[in-house]
């Protein structure tokens, strides 16, 4: 582990957290979050299309070797209130580097102007736009961090539910699952995470349920029936207050009787992903989460 690249990072982070508007408002997070597209942005190789998919924008990412048929759909973090393509675009570039695939990062609709559940209407008319545009599921796979992690096992669901061919498998990274809050990480890991905690996270979740029970199935998925969904890799560092968040939700689709490889990496932060190529660890943990789904698309 490169502990400077780390210290580094963290520093940074906390100086942005100390930095976050007060109050919380939809308008300046956007704004905030959505600087991560300039200050990570991908190779000059990266193939990047916008397209308009069942009444939401997205963008097509890919890398010169991917592969036609081979497609990720990927639904981006944010809490349901904030994150884009355009914030997303270097992981989901590295990501599809690394797969030999398409990426499809989906701009679905964010809470609070469109709370729960319309982002996993708007997850599941993607996959059945994919469908309907002639890929075939069994080149597919669905992935996406943070909210977009929770909201990807929650798509798989409803997709089960509408009777429509299911992907061959899901990466969920730093995945959030319960919108209610009490894994225990959430105030053991309080001190060490720099990205989110238990204070945003709850103002997260009021703006996207808008009254909605916590433990409604598509919006925490840990309390879904989770039969039949796709073998799943989940990726979490140990310093996420969302660990448990991860935790549980392998646990639950081993229930279910789901594949699932756990993986937990030491010591990083939420969704360390997004900082390629200023952690090592951000880029390894992109490959090896492409280098499965290649082996599985």
Known sequence: MSQAQLEKLVGLLR??????????????MRANMELLGTRFA?????????????????????APNAIPDNVVLYLHGGGYVQGSPNTHRNLAYHLARSAAAKVLVLDYRLAPEHPFPAPVHDAVAA???????GYSAEHMAVAGDSAGGGLCIAAQVQMRNEGLPPPVACVAISPWTDLEGIGESMTSKAEVDPMVGKEMLSWFAAQYLQGAPPQAPLASPIYADLRGLAPMLIQVGTAETLLDDANRLAAAARVYDVEVELRHWQDM???????????DEAGEALVEAGEWLKARL
Not at 15 to 28: F, K, M, V
Not at 42 to 62: L, N
Not at 269 to 279: E, I, R, S
């Open 127 to 133: 996959w059945r736009w994919l469908l309907e545009q």
């Open 42 to 62: 991908p190779p000059e190789d990266a193939v990047v299309q916008r397209v308009f998919v069942a009444g939401c924008t997205a963008e097509w990412v890919s």
């Open 269 to 279: 932060v939420h969704v360390w992903h997004l900082f390629q190529p200023m952690l």
């Open 15 to 28: 100086e942005r957290q100390a930095d976050r508007p007060e109050p919380l408002t939809p308008g300046p």
